[in-house]
């Protein structure tokens, strides 16, 4: 294997790519998001991210501590409606307290009437895209 230094070239290629007409038509039409890391807790379950995933058809509710990235998971069997969703974490909150900051993607459990209302009684959701609180958990492991 060879290696060899041409100093710009990363500046180079990406010129190259905004003048060509074919390369913009072949470019993804979503434009990758810029990772944002604004949080910086200091205390396990101070700052949490949740998501849902989905293995041999059950739903599972997955919430991860930024600090520690230990993710706790609760199965939804197939039940992932707001109502049940906010029961989950009343019971994740008895248990660890109360975070000062969650992180959701807004999908449709955590877009409803009664979600955001449990929202606004509990703390700071931050709502982000699916790719960011993605990339959210799957960072809690490189916190410092």
């Given at each position: 294997?060879?290696?060899?230094?041409?100093?710009?070239?990363?500046?180079?290629?990406?010129?190259?790519?905004?003048s060509?007409?074919?390369?913009?038509?072949?470019?993804?039409?979503?434009?990758?998001?810029?990772?944002?890391?604004?949080?910086h807790?200091?205390?396990p379950?101070?700052?949490?991210?949740?998501?849902?995933?989905?293995?041999?058809?059950?739903?599972?509710?997955?919430?991860?501590?930024?600090?520690?990235?230990?993710?706790?998971?609760?199965?939804?069997?197939?039940?992932?409606?707001?109502?049940?969703?906010?029961?989950?974490?009343?019971?994740?909150?008895?248990?660890?307290?109360?975070?000062?900051?969650?992180?959701?993607?807004?999908?449709?459990?955590?877009?409803?009437?009664?979600?955001?209302?449990?929202?606004?009684?509990?703390?700071?959701?931050?709502?982000?895209?699916?790719?960011?609180?993605?990339?959210?958990?799957?960072?809690?492991?490189?916190?410092?």
């Amino acid at each position: 294997m060879q290696t060899v230094f041409c100093p710009g070239i990363n500046a180079d290629i990406k010129s190259k790519v905004k003048s060509c007409e074919a390369c913009q038509l072949l470019l993804p039409s979503k434009q990758q998001e810029p990772f944002m890391y604004d949080d910086h807790p200091s205390l396990p379950f101070e700052s949490v991210s949740a998501d849902f995933f989905h293995v041999a058809g059950k739903s599972f509710l997955v919430i991860a501590d930024r600090l520690s990235g230990c993710p706790v998971a609760v199965s939804c069997g197939h039940d992932t409606a707001a109502t049940r969703v906010t029961k989950m974490f009343c019971v994740f909150f008895r248990e660890v307290g109360v975070p000062l900051r969650l992180r959701i993607d807004g999908g449709p459990p955590f877009s409803s009437h009664d979600f955001k209302q449990f929202a606004d009684r509990s703390g700071e959701f931050i709502t982000s895209s699916l790719l960011h609180i993605t990339l959210s958990l799957m960072d809690t492991q490189k916190l410092p």
